[in-house]
């Protein structure tokens, strides 16, 4: 049985800063401190994903990268979990917002538009600006939290933050 994961402690050991927000948990994950004493972080969620994007992270527990792809929420993590840390009721099944930084193109006046054209949701609008580059507004009532614009971000400038 796992013990409890202080986050906070160990984010200051490993000398990251105290508010470092929490990783992204794959989709149906509990809230982060039952599911750290629930997950047995065995991996089997991580060899079950077809995208590949999620990785065993820190204390080998799994994460979401969304760099390196979307969710398709096929579920396939959930059904591998044995555990429970992982499950169906959890609604949604994955609960992140979007933050853009600095280093957005459109921010920075230069012409893009991967992180809209990636969105199936069309949750991502580029409002106009008269005699400026139109800059990303996510919507976050439309958003599916699937990461997709993530992975387009040709300069890595969207970050999926958990809730909560």
């Known amino acids: 049985m796992n013990q409890a994961v202080n986050l906070s402690r160990r984010n200051l050991l490993k000398g990251r800063a105290i508010d470092t927000p929490l990783p992204v948990r794959p989709p149906g994950a509990a809230p982060e401190s039952i599911f750290t004493d629930t997950c047995t972080a065995c991996g089997d969620c991580v060899a079950a994903c077809p995208e590949s994007i999620i990785i065993s992270g820190s204390a080998g527990y799994p994460e979401i990268n969304f760099r390196l792809g979307e969710c398709t929420f096929c579920s396939a993590c959930i059904d591998s979990c044995e555990d429970g840390a992982l499950s169906q009721s959890v ?3 994955l609960a992140v917002r979007l933050q853009l930084g600095e280093k957005c193109l459109a921010r920075r006046q230069v012409v ?6 990636a969105c199936q949701a069309k949750a991502i609008r580029f409002p106009p600006r008269l005699g400026k580059i139109a800059i990303p507004d996510i919507d976050e009532e439309l958003c599916n939290s699937c990461g997709a614009c993530v992975a387009a971000c040709p300069e890595n400038a969207l970050e999926a933050i958990p809730n909560g």
Do not use: L, T, V
């Not at 893009?112 to 054209?117: F, I, K, P, T």
């Open 112 to 117: 893009c538009q991967s992180c809209g054209d």
């Open 91 to 93: 609604q949604p099944a």
